[in-house]
């Protein structure tokens, strides 16, 4: 009985360290804690999410009007495009695309040089409308990306690039498209790599604040890299599986020399 009675208070004790331990774990992988004081308020304010055209973006710009033939000159024409192991084959007629040369611009048919870079697809838009209405009556203009490409590196469940499709696409929508962190990605330190008028700028992201959903670096744009790094814990594993591997490596190596001299004396005695 008095041996019962010295263990149960260090029983205790056990129990309450694994459950805050199991507390604290949980806690560490919420996302957004304080989102009901953000939000306490009447909501969560907005912020710009356009992307604005870059070099080398790729773009698909269509001209119509109630008259086809008066804006036809100003698209491109479609194309077949042929296969890399069959020149002689042909797809479906496609819409031909422009590229977005090294200064910015992209050449048109009928209005030549236009320049777009710095610019959202909607002002590229209305410019390109105000050029071609003074000789076509209400002309409609539509501009898109073909997509773009965002990095998501590190502890998460798919890293990769991914092929972005549409304007809006925010630091969520990455990590949902790599499959969410895994239980080692630090959370309230997320590495975010943006090129900004040539110079490439580091911009930690905290997923426990809920503040960054008013950020300025919510949205993600073209080339952005993210990097989810290890928390402590992984780097602990990595560094004890390293030494591990090492040990082992050694032993490994100290028996097989040992085999090979006891190898020796044993067929140097025979003789």
Excluded at 240 to 268: D, E, G, H, P, R
């Amino acid at each position: 009985m008095k041996i019962k009675n010295i263990f149960f208070p260090f029983t205790l004790i056990l129990v309450s360290i694994c459950i805050m331990s199991c507390s604290a774990t949980k806690e560490n992988l919420t996302y957004f804690k304080n989102i009901d004081e953000l939000a306490g308020d009447g909501g969560i304010g907005s912020n710009d999410y356009t992307v604005k055209v870059v070099p080398d973006d790729e773009l698909k710009i269509v001209i119509t009007s109630q008259i086809q033939e008066a804006t036809a000159p100003y698209n491109l024409p479609l194309a077949n495009y042929a296969t890399a192991t069959d020149l002689s084959s042909k797809g479906n007629p496609a819409i031909q695309t422009y590229i977005v040369n090294k200064d910015g611009c992209i050449t048109m048919p009928i209005l030549g040089t236009v320049k777009v870079a710095g610019k959202t697809t909607d002002e590229i838009s209305k410019e390109i409308k105000a050029l071609v209405e003074k000789d076509v009556k209400d002309p409609y203009v539509t501009v898109a990306f073909c997509g773009f490409r965002v990095n998501v590196l590190g502890e998460v469940q798919k890293p990769g690039a991914k092929v972005v499709t549409k304007e809006r696409y925010s630091i969520l929508d990455a990590l949902a498209d790599a499959e969410d962190l895994t239980e080692y990605g630090k959370r309230e330190n997320v590495l975010l790599i943006r090129e900004i008028d040539g110079v490439k700028k580091q911009i930690r992201l905290n997923l426990n604040d809920a503040k960054l959903l008013e950020s300025p670096y919510f949205y993600l744009q073209q080339n952005d890299v993210v990097y989810v790094e290890p928390n402590k814990i992984k780097k602990d594993n990595s560094k004890y599986n390293q030494n591990n591997a090492f040990k082992m490596s050694v032993v490994s190596t100290v028996v097989s020399a040992a085999s090979v001299i006891a190898s020796l004396v044993i067929a140097l005695t025979v003789k």
